[in-house]
């Protein structure tokens, strides 16, 4: 068998198609959640809070700061040392808030199959029980002497 052959099986195969499926899907969903958390949790949490919730422009000047400069943009310019936690503090509460965004929509996932599974179909009733009850029914009717 040629390797072009060997490809072609190996591409086409459901597997290789499920997953494909799955990352376009899932980066899509991402995209989802990203917005969900950066446009609707984190203004409300902005909100409750009483100001804005951003901490990219945190840093400390390591070593001398000789024009005693106040903002992130003019340390950057200036070549200064920066330690820059701030932006790691905004990533670390954005993951934070998607995986448990993420969290609560498998929980609820999950409960509806609970749900589905919990509610099975009702076994028919075997033929044998359905015709001693027509016949029951049929006595039951039958004029009494």
């Given at each position: 068998m040629g390797m072009v052959q060997e490809f072609k099986e190996f591409a086409l195969k459901g597997n290789m198609m499920d997953l494909a499926v799955g990352v376009i899907i899932g980066g899509a969903f991402g995209k989802i959640i990203d917005s969900l958390v950066k446009d609707v949790i984190m203004p409300l949490i902005s909100w409750i809070l009483g100001g804005e919730v951003d901490f990219t422009n945190m840093f400390l000047i390591l070593g001398d700061n000789p024009n005693n400069i106040q903002t992130l943009e003019a340390a950057k310019e200036a070549g200064l040392n920066i330690f820059h936690?701030?932006?790691?503090?905004?990533?670390?509460?954005?993951?934070?808030?998607?995986?448990?965004?993420?969290?609560?929509?498998v929980k609820a996932m999950n409960?509806?199959?609970?749900?589905?599974?919990?509610?099975?179909?009702?076994?028919?009733?075997?033929?044998?029980?359905?015709?001693?009850?027509?016949?029951?029914?049929?006595?039951?009717?039958?004029p009494q002497p």
């Open positions: 936690y701030g932006n790691f503090i905004t990533i670390l509460i954005n993951f934070i808030l998607l995986a448990f965004v993420v969290f609560l929509l409960n509806m199959r609970r749900k589905e599974e919990a509610a099975p179909e009702p076994e028919a009733t075997p033929e044998d029980i359905e015709l001693l009850r027509e016949i029951r029914d049929q006595l039951k009717n039958r």
